[in-house]
């Protein structure tokens, strides 16, 4: 294993140390936690406050996502594993600003039972308190099993949206439906080329042989729905497409957005030639791409592959999806 770092115990800390560092006029730790990020900008006083967070090993995801107009707050943990219930908990009193909390986050078990009891324990000191959870990996789950799909790089859609929503001095009530209605029409799906190391193992966690790629595998090397020789770009784009669609149908004269995302170790070159694909089966099949984003949205350390993300817009969402928005991490 060949990786800039001094200890793996301390990768995680230093990291963020670093971070912080780097972009200290735009976000910060939390007074009583460091491992929460927190917004160093003004807010208005009332503001629905929107609260997120995740394992770490995912740059941009999750903490990348702090700023104006996306979320106000992020608690961290360790690598690929939740943050602690009194992390988030600690993350949700920093995005209180009076308004409540919207707590936004990816569909992974350890995560949903720490932000549960994070959010009963704001509940007791009386800050309200929504969650929408973002399950868009159609690899994961069949459609009748949709709440239960893993959340990966189409939860960039619904930080965008919500967090516009919520810059726009929505209340708590329209902030969680806006975030819910995105999460309800984004769909994804991704490849993988090669496999990822964590600094505590030190070796990667599986393998994919030469001239091989795993369809449908998640972000921290859950298996997929199948190996496949290596196919050209185009047939992945075709494969990563047609999966969606099989999913949420979307009809001739349909507005969507479309993110193309990098695992860690995919060149941008690569993502633009998978876009190429994806941009002519949208004209072919009389789709409108309103938006488009390509680029590391969802990583996984030195992961090789990339996932493709289409949301369903209406008027509503398109509004919000075009306000602006400032991360560091972006």
Known sequence: MKKFMNTSEAFVDEALEGIV????????????????????????????GIVTGGGFGHLPLFLGYVGYGLADSCAVGNVFSSPGSSQIYHAMKAANQGGGVLQLLGCYQGDKMNFKIARRMAEAEGIACR???VSDDVASAPPEQKSSRRGIA???????IAGACAEAGRDLETVTRVAQKAADRVRSFGVSLSPCTIPA????????????????MGIHGEPGIEKSPLLSADETADRMIEEILKDQEISPGGNVAVLVNGLGATGLEELYILYRRIYQ??????????YNYVGEYATSFEMAGASVSLLKLDEELEDYLKSPCDSPLL
């Open 131 to 133: 969650t929408v959870i």
């Open 281 to 290: 089966i949208c004209r072919e099949k009389e789709i409108r791409i309103a």
């Open 154 to 160: 189409g939860i960039w859609f619904v930080y965008k």
């Open 21 to 48: 560092m780097a972009h200290h006029g735009k976000i910060g730790f939390a007074e009583d936690d460091r491992r929460v990020i927190v917004r160093k900008d003004q807010r208005a006083a009332g503001k629905t």
């Open 201 to 216: 193992v030190g070796h990667p966690g599986f393998e994919i042989p030469e001239g091989q790629m795993e369809i449908g």
